[in-house]
């Protein structure tokens, strides 16, 4: 990210499974100026990312904040002066993987919010298997 990440472009941002931004980058959750609440799927994504306490205040009064400081409040993974270099680097190391693997555990991830521990460590053991029983298809 850089530029502006306001409203609806926050939202769209915070659905990235990493986030990079310049540190001038400037977000704000934007909805309450126009007397609308927070849609997209950003409440569900952002309750995973901030405290609670944090995301409310940030709501209720639309403040602006910049790159940096979204990295130290949890919406941002890391900043680069230059984010759209850094996410090209690092799609190409996460394409260097086992592709069955990746995908198995960005699901693991994405499921593990709403899971139980019982209920997520069963899910890693069928994800491992599943990798398992695939033919690697990258080559080291």
Do not use: C
Not at 39 to 61: C, K, N, P, Q, S
Not at 105 to 124: H, I, P, V
């Amino acid at each position: 990210m850089h530029g502006l990440a306001f409203g609806g472009g926050f939202q769209i941002m915070s659905g990235a499974d990493i986030r990079i931004a310049h540190p001038a980058t400037r977000l704000s959750i934007m909805e309450m100026k126009w007397g609308l609440v927070p849609d997209m799927g950003g409440v569900a994504l952002w309750r995973t990312l901030v405290r609670d306490d944090v995301l409310r205040e940030l709501t209720y009064t639309n403040r602006e904040f910049t790159g940096a400081e979204a990295l130290h409040l949890g919406f941002v993974t890391r900043l680069a002066d230059d984010p759209h270099a850094e996410a090209l680097a690092l799609a190409r190391e996460i394409a260097s993987k086992n592709p069955q693997a990746i995908r198995g555990a960005k699901r693991l991830y994405n499921d593990a919010a709403d899971q139980d521990a019982a209920t997520a460590l069963l899910a890693e053991s069928a994800a491992q298997k599943a990798v398992l029983r695939t033919p690697n298809q990258i080559e080291a």
